[in-house]
C-alpha cells in the first residue's frame, strides 16, 4: 500500500544504495597487495565486518572519535587472526583504505531505476553518519549526486542517527515536515528506530531477512519501494 502524503524521501547512503561491502572488499584487496599484507582476504573480511559494525555503534553513540574508528577497526581484525603488525603500518593502512575506497562505486541493484522513478515524483535527500569528505565522493563517482536536494551527513553536523536531532535537522536543510517524509536505510537503529522516533514514516531495507517486527514496512531490493511510494 502506498504511503500518502509524502513529499520528501531520505535514502540513508552505505549498504542501501551504495554497495559498502563490495567495494570495500576491493579496496582492502587493493591496499593489502600494495602493503604486501599476507592474510587471507575472505577471512579478514568475515571479522572486519562484524568489528567495524560495532566500531561504529560506539561512533555513533560518541563513544569514540573518527580516529579510533579508523585505527581500532584494524587493530581488532588483524588480532582476530593472530596476525602481527605494526602500529605505523595500520596507520598507513588506514589512510590508503579511505584513499582508494571510493575507486570502485557499485551501487546496489536496481538503485538507478528507483532514483530516476522516485526523483519525477518527490524530492529526495541523503542522511547519513557517514564521514563527509567520502560520502561526497561515493555521490559524486557513482554519478548520483545529482538525484538528491539535500545531503546531512553525522560528521559535519555534529550529531549522529539515531540521535533525534539529526532527523529535525535534515528535515530543516529540505524544508518539508516529519509528516511528509520518509526515511529510508538499512540500519535497525540508526535508520528506522531513530527516524520513528520522531514520527517519520519508515522503509527498513532488509538485505539479508534480518526483520523481526512485522509492523515495520520491509523491502530486500530497491525496486520493491515501488509498492509505498
Known amino acids: 500500500m502506498k504511503i500518502s502524503g509524502i513529499t520528501d524521501v531520505f ?5 542501501t544504495l551504495w554497495d559498502f ?9 587493493k591496499i593489502f597487495r600494495l602493503s604486501k599484507i599476507q592474510v587471507d582476504i575472505d577471512l579478514f573480511l568475515e571479522h572486519y565486518k562484524a568489528i567495524n559494525l560495532e566500531y561504529w555503534k560506539l561512533y555513533r553513540n560518541e563513544k569514540i572519535d573518527k580516529e579510533s574508528l579508523r585505527l581500532g577497526r584494524l587493530n581488532d581484525a588483524f588480532k582476530a587472526l593472530d ?41 529526495l535527500h541523503i542522511l547519513s ?21 539535500t545531503v546531512t551527513n553525522g560528521e559535519s553536523v555534529g550529531i549522529k542517527k539515531p540521535n533525534p536531532e539529526i532527523f529535525h535537522y535534515a528535515l530543516r536543510q529540505a524544508n518539508t515536515t516529519v509528516n511528509k517524509s520518509v526515511m529510508i536505510g538499512d540500519g535497525y537503529e540508526a535508520d528506522i528506530l ?19 517486527d512485522t509492523e515495520i514496512r520491509t523491502i530486500r531490493h530497491l525496486i520493491e519501494l515501488k509498492q509505498f511510494l
Open 83 to 123: 596476525y602481527h603488525i605494526e602500529p605505523t603500518v595500520v596507520k598507513q593502512l588506514s589512510q590508503d583504505y579511505i584513499a582508494y575506497l571510493t575507486d570502485n562505486n557499485y551501487l546496489y541493484d536496481n538503485t538507478i531505476e528507483i532514483l530516476e522513478y522516485l526523483s519525477e515524483r518527490y524530492q
Open 11 to 15: 535514502f540513508d547512503l552505505d549498504h
Open 129 to 149: 553518519n557517514g564521514f563527509h569528505e567520502v560520502q561526497h565522493k561515493k555521490l559524486v563517482k557513482s554519478n548520483i549526486h545529482h538525484y538528491f536536494k
Open 194 to 212: 531513530g527516524a520513528k522516533s520522531i514520527g517519520m514514516e519508515v522503509v527498513y531495507f532488509d538485505e539479508f531477512n534480518q526483520a523481526t
Open 21 to 29: 561491502d563490495r567495494n570495500s572488499a576491493l579496496a582492502f584487496q
